[in-house]
């Protein structure tokens, strides 16, 4: 129980360059990212040092950019949230765990917990998507557990190892996460639990949220 109240959200800084540039080096991570894998080591820097600038300002974004992390074991993975949109409360998102030996389902699992509990409860948000291939069957099966649907099937849509894959979208409610959660019987899991328990509810981040 206690990587639940350890592992956390936070937003990626330059100081983080190095880790994400190295997760984006190792071909088992790469193989997951969704669209096609960066080009050189240097194409690679450009496009983190790029996406940490679109995390800054106080602006409301179409996009945003951030690190699970934890005290015990350091950066976790990444967290995107693209395709915004405030009007409608809804957002597509991505999660990727970094360094192969913490791709467990356990961490998987907690991360993909704070991830959505950033989304509805932080965010306010509605409604969530995701894209997932159909050979990352751990993650489209961890994310059903939550409630999640599957609505869309894009047929042979990417390219891994020379075999076209499937893509499975998801649609997750924010009433179907809230019901979820209420299942669950173990303390310490509720992200105002989390930031109490890290110390951080006397040092709130404005670029938290929107």
Not at 21 to 31: N, S
Not at 40 to 53: D, H
Not at 200 to 207: F, S
Request: with cysteine; proline share 5%.
């Amino acid at each position: 129980m206690p990587a639940k109240l350890t592992t956390f959200i936070r937003r990626a800084g330059r100081e983080d360059l190095d880790t994400i540039v190295g997760w984006m080096e190792d071909p088992d991570f790469v193989r997951f990212l969704y669209g096609d894998p960066a080009r050189s080591q240097r194409q690679v820097r450009e496009q983190i040092v790029a996406l940490l600038g679109r995390t800054q300002g106080h602006t409301m974004p179409g996009g945003i950019y951030l690190l699970i992390d934890s005290k015990e074991s350091g950066p976790v993975g990444i967290l995107s949230l693209q395709h915004i949109s405030w009007r409608n409360r809804c957002a597509t998102v991505d999660l990727y765990v970094g360094a192969k030996p913490l791709r467990s389902r356990a961490v998987a699992g907690i991360a993909t917990f704070r991830a959505l509990e950033y989304c509805f409860d932080e965010l306010n948000l509605h409604r969530v998507q995701a894209f997932i291939y159909d050979f990352n069957r751990p993650s489209w099966r961890l994310l059903e557990k939550t409630g999640a649907r599957r609505e869309l099937t894009l047929r042979k849509h990417v390219v891994r190892d020379g075999v076209f894959h499937d893509v499975y979208g998801y649609g997750l409610l924010r009433r179907e996460f809230d019901a979820f959660r209420e299942n669950l019987n173990f303390p310490g899991v509720s992200l105002q639990e989390m930031v109490a328990a890290l110390g951080l509810d006397h040092e709130p981040d404005p670029e938290a949220a929107p």
